[in-house]
Structures are given as structure tokens and as C-alpha cells.
């Protein structure tokens, strides 16, 4: 059974920094794209980044977040810095193909951690 597993999230002050990490029981994870999605309270999933040879982020995070991997240790990292009030949300850890992620439809969801920015 897969299973991705998030773990990080807390409350970080406006400015700060956070980690976020994912755990993934894939048997062949450094075949799969990777990705860090986010749902905000009464909004839609939103891509955050993504990462399999190359990466891509959304352009409201760019340049502040940085997405990474360590396929011997099968996990998948997102740095946060200089967080905003507006990064608050839940953050799903995602695998797919690279196509499938960007489209927001991955094949497999984690379960998500919160992530609250206070001003």
C-alpha cells in the first residue's frame, strides 16, 4: 500500500521559515515526479511545486520556496521562507507522473499538514 506521509507544519510568524517533509513508501520512487500542492480554507487545491529532474513552482512562491528530494531515502522536502499570511494552508505531499502534477491530478495524495502564518 502507498503511502505518503507529510510531516513539518506548524505556526511559523509572517517573515519565518518552516520545513516540510514527506515520507513515500513508493518502490520506485526516483521514477516518480514529485509535488507539493496546498488548500486553502474555502479555496481549491492549488499546485506549489514539483520536482523530478528539473523543477517548477507557481509563481506565487517562487523564489521563496524550495522543493527537493532524496531518492535514497525516499523523501521529498519543500523549504519555506519569508513566509506570508497568504501561505496559510494545508500542504499535500503528491507523486504522479510530471504531466499528471502539473495538471493536478497526481496518482497518489498524502494526507496533508497545516501550515498557519501569522501576521
Known amino acids: 500500500q502507498v503511502q505518503l506521509v507529510e510531516s513539518g507544519g506548524g505556526l511559523v510568524q509572517a517573515g519565518g521559515s518552516l520545513r516540510l517533509s514527506c515520507a513515500a513508501s513508493?518502490?520506485?520512487?526516483?521514477?516518480?515526479?514529485m509535488a507539493w500542492f496546498r488548500q486553502a480554507p474555502g479555496k481549491e487545491r492549488e499546485f506549489v511545486a514539483s520536482?523530478?529532474?528539473?523543477?517548477y513552482y507557481s509563481d506565487s512562491v517562487k523564489g521563496r520556496f524550495t522543493i527537493s528530494r532524496d531518492n535514497a531515502k525516499k523523501m521529498v522536502y519543500l523549504q519555506l521562507n519569508s513566509v506570508k499570511p497568504e501561505d496559510t494552508a494545508v500542504y499535500y505531499c503528491?507523486?504522479?507522473?510530471?504531466?499528471?502534477?502539473?495538471?493536478?491530478?497526481?496518482?497518489?495524495w498524502g494526507q496533508g499538514t497545516q501550515v498557519t502564518v501569522s501576521s
Open positions: 503528491a507523486a504522479g507522473t510530471w504531466g499528471r502534477v502539473l495538471n493536478i491530478e497526481p496518482i497518489y
Open positions: 513508493l518502490r520506485t520512487f526516483s521514477s516518480y515526479a
Open positions: 520536482i523530478s529532474f528539473i523543477t
